[in-house]
């Protein structure tokens, strides 16, 4: 009798593959290992083994495989059982699931590209004769394929070859180019040297009576370095002085004073010197208590808590208490959340025990997370991540932490596995019997739903932490405003007056708009033309710092036309605006600030948030503009007034959670102001101030919100009440398109008949030169989920039959909220 295992290939179809191996391989072989194997006529793959057993598959011979990876599993157990229920739960292979789940560096295949670590020395000494003979090749030749080592080394199996490199650091396998490590930068200024001596110093202060402002900025820098004897910030010179940086910034230029920057560490801790958690005041003291309980009998609490009310330092408390166990924490957030200011903040207490895991990392530090949390080691207990850290092969899991658990970005929308961390979160805590903690300002209505229909614990806390007051929220209507001539492009004379103050006071500003791009598109006066994207079916967005059209959908650009390309008309204009206006029209309005915008187009790179965020922290931004990546969690002492441009175009958009996405949006974006003693402004500039979204942000009023929506869900049929599958086709073939979708719904039809919405075509019909068309399937609360799927499956089974549909795409995306 042979033996035989099962594995994981890392590809879109369903089953799993058995392979034949040896007696001794048998015994050798546990669940969670890698092999590598052959698949198809030429691809190798790398493989994961599910099981080991003595069953030959009836109707296919076995191949054998080319070579075992790991000696000891690198996936767990638990992970596998959490990986079976994504499977089906959210509809993909488990080949998906894994592909998802593994670092890069752990899934090498044939279409793997590899190159040479220019920056590692190798002792050739230190390499094997195979690897040598690679490493050799890789000097003559930037990159190789999987392909080209076969015929280099002369046999089939390279990819244990290739893993010792990795190992050895030789060899990177391909992937997005990283930013290195940039330190965090902190400016400072000293007096120049020129004036060191005692006559060039009363020469300059002579000098200086002229100008009595620099003269203080001088005189407040002797006394700070006096006292204490530490090089000067020059955030802190100017709160001192009293001096706005332009004044410091002016010394600098006429080489009075000397700028230079020191690398300061983003946080200094060694093992047992960390900083003992804050005492929590009388209102977090109880909401802890009632997380607690609330555990003894719910396995998932819900901590309904107003920004700024203290929820970190509840974490921090449940946190502690874990790791005094001995036991492993993760901690969600939104990728975008994920800054230095939290890192930093959850190190000081837990120093090196925290390991960061989400995006921007480079497969490298991902195989280091996976590894450390992979062996319980004391350098990944409290684990800080994104999405996909859900998927780490945690050992000892006692706690989930999901914070901001209203967050859209929760949900992956492609590729496959199209899973929400959340909910994937708390089905990774039931396979470790463990609890989960959500935790928002502004809950999703399902989740709140899910606390008030007793599912999940809930716990509310209404006090803002050292009774900050919730800010003051002013509702502006600027139709009036236009009608009245009190605009200045899309500044009301409020907004203005309020930003006037603030800047006299030396706070802060946010300003937010929901969209970025100069303004959104470009309109011909003469005959309505507007410029399209050639690829997809959305008008080009004018970037005004590039002079571009871009599309926002496939990254199309061209040059902003001088004439109109349809009747030749000079009178092109623009309608809406984006953030790039908004800067642009704050820097004329307040030429003597700093104004500084915050988007996808200025965040790019591993570092590119934070050096925003820093900079705003060290007070070198007086006015920051940006798009909702302003509302994630930040907290920053000095801002005190929030300006939202216009809340509109949120309220408008067309989709069934706008109304719950533009209270939540805006409660955030509110949240940032005023979080220290002196309360903060909010300005909402609307054509609309009687809409009851906006009513209720002002007056604070999550509940009554939650109601009202839960209401019209009920009516209409939405999550949370009904569940929903989207259903969608995708194929360059307009007609293809249409005529498979009327299959696939008319089919659906019969099962599910008025449950089927569609097919439509979404708002952007066409994207990269691809029709896409949904159709919606909507389950009762009543209904089996798991027979609902089941019935879909055999649907997309039979349509995927027909040779005319084939070649369509279909995507199934199980919540998709
Ligand atoms: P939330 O997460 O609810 O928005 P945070 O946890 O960020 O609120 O707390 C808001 C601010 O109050 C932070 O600057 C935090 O350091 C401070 N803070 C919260 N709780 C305490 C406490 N018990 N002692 C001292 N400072 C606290
Ligand atoms: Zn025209
Ligand atoms: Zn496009």
């Known amino acids: 009798m042979g033996h035989f295992i099962n594995v994981i290939l890392p590809i879109p179809l369903e089953k799993s593959f058995t392979y034949a191996i040896t007696k001794a391989e048998a015994n050798f072989l546990q669940p969670g290992v890698r092999v590598s194997v052959p698949f198809g006529k030429t691809k190798i793959y790398t493989a994961l083994v599910i099981d080991i057993h003595q069953n030959a598959p ?21 992970q596998l059982k959490h990986w079976q229920w994504i499977s089906t739960y959210y509809m993909c292979s488990l080949g998906e699931v894994m592909r998802a789940a593994l670092p890069n560096a752990f899934i090498l295949e044939s279409e793997t590209v590899i190159s040479k670590n220019d920056d590692v020395v190798i002792n050739d000494a230190d390499l094997k004769d195979d690897e040598f003979v690679v490493h050799e090749a890789l000097h003559h030749q930037s990159s190789l394929k999987i392909q080209d080592l076969i015929a280099i080394l002369d046999k089939k199996n390279v990819l244990p070859v290739i893993k010792r490199l990795l190992e050895k650091n030789a060899i990177s396998i391909q992937e997005e180019i990283y930013e290195k490590y940039k330190p965090k930068l902190v ?68 080489g009075i004073l000397e700028e230079y920057h020191i690398q300061t560490d983003r946080v200094q801790y060694d093992g047992d010197d960390n900083v003992d958690s804050k005492q929590l005041n009388a209102y977090q003291k109880i909401a802890l208590d009632d997380v607690k309980k609330s555990f003894e009998i719910q396995n998932i609490t819900l901590l309904h808590g107003v920004t700024s009310s203290g929820k970190t330092e509840i974490y921090v408390k449940l946190i502690e208490e874990q790791l005094n166990l001995n036991k492993q924490v993760l901690y969600l957030l939104p990728e975008i959340a994920l800054t230095t200011q939290l890192v930093e903040r959850l190190q000081i207490y837990f120093g090196e025990q925290v390991a960061v895991f989400h995006s921007k990392y480079s497969s490298n530090e991902r195989v280091e997370v996976w590894n450390n949390v992979l062996t319980n080691s004391p350098k990944a207990r409290v684990i800080l991540g994104a999405r996909s850290s859900v998927l780490l092969p945690f050992q000892n899991l006692g706690l989930v932490i999901v914070d901001e658990e209203h967050e859209s970005s929760y949900k992956q929308f492609d590729p496959a596995p199209r899973y929400h961390a959340r909910d994937t979160a708390i089905v990774l805590a039931n396979i470790f019997r463990s609890k989960t903690l959500l935790g928002s300002a502004t809950p999703s209505l399902e989740s709140y739903y899910n606390a008030k229909q007793g599912k999940y614990g809930l716990v509310e806390l209404n006090h803002r932490f050292n009774n900050v007051m919730m800010p003051d929220i002013e509702l502006v209507d600027i139709k009036d405003k236009q009608k009245r001539k009190r605009m200045q492009g899309h500044f009301s004379d409020r907004l203005i007056e309020e930003m006037t103050e603030t800047l006299k006071n ?50 199309y650009n061209t040059v902003m036309p001088k004439t109109c390309e349809a009747c030749g008309s000079v009178e092109i204009d623009s309608k ?3 953030t790039e206006q908004v800067e642009q029209e704050a820097k004329v309005l307040f030429p003597d600030h700093k104004v500084a915008r915050m988007d996808l187009d200025t965040t790019r790179g591993k570092y590119g948030y934070e050096k925003i965020i820093n900079a705003l922290e060290q007070q070198e931004i007086d006015i920051l503009v940006g798009t909702q990546m ?25 989709d069934f959670r706008a109304n719950e996405r533009s209270y939540q949006l805006m409660a955030q974006v509110s949240g940032r102001a005023g979080r220290t003693e002196e309360r903060g402004k909010v300005l909402i500039q609307t054509y609309n101030p009687f809409h009851k979204i906006l009513q209720q942000v002002s007056t604070n009023s999550y509940f009554e919100m939650f109601e009202e929506q839960l209401g019209e869900r009920h009516v209409y049929k939405y999550p949370p009440i009904f569940r929903m599958i989207k259903i969608t086709l995708k194929h360059k073939d ?33 994207i990269r030169n691809q029709y896409l068309k949904h159709i919606l399937v909507k389950i009762p609360q009543k209904q089996s989920l798991g027979k609902t799927k089941e019935a879909i499956t055999k649907i ?7 040779k005319d549909f084939r070649p369509i795409r279909v995507i199934l995306n199980v919540d998709n909220y």
Request: aromatic share 8%.
């Open 630 to 654: 302003l509302t994630k969690g930040l907290d920053f002492r000095n801002v005190k007034l929030v300006g939202i441009m216009n809340a509109d175009n949120m309220l408008n958009f067309p």
């Open 796 to 802: 997309n089974n039979s349509f995927l039959s027909v």
């Open 58 to 78: 009836l109707v296919y011979d076995a191949k054998e495989i080319h070579q075992i990876l790991d000696d000891t599993p690198i996936v767990t157990s638990q």
């Open 734 to 766: 307009y007609n293809k398109v249409n005529v498979g979708a009327d299959w696939y719904a008319r089919s659906l039809r019969t099962v599910f008949d008025q449950h089927v919405l569609g097919p439509e075509f979404p708002p952007v019909a066409r």
């Open 576 to 578: 809406g605006f984006g």
């Open 187 to 254: 400016r400072y200024v000293k007096l120049s040297t020129t004036f060191s001596s005692e006559t060039a110093l009363q020469e300059l202060m002579l000098d200086l009576s002229r100008a009595p402002k620099q003269r203080d900025v001088v005189m407040t820098l002797f006394s700070i370095s006096a006292q204490t004897r530490q090089p000067v910030k020059v955030t802190d010179l100017s709160a001192e002085s009293d001096a706005s940086t332009s004044i410091i910034k002016s010394l600098i230029d006429k």
């Open 506 to 555: 030396k706070h802060q500003i946010i300003l937010f708009q929901n969209r970025r791009g100069f303004s959104p598109i470009v309109e011909c006066n003469t005959c309505g033309h507007s410029p399209q994207c050639p690829n997809c079916d959305v008008s080009l967005t004018f970037h005004q710092y590039r002079n571009q059209l871009r599309c926002h959908y496939c990254g």
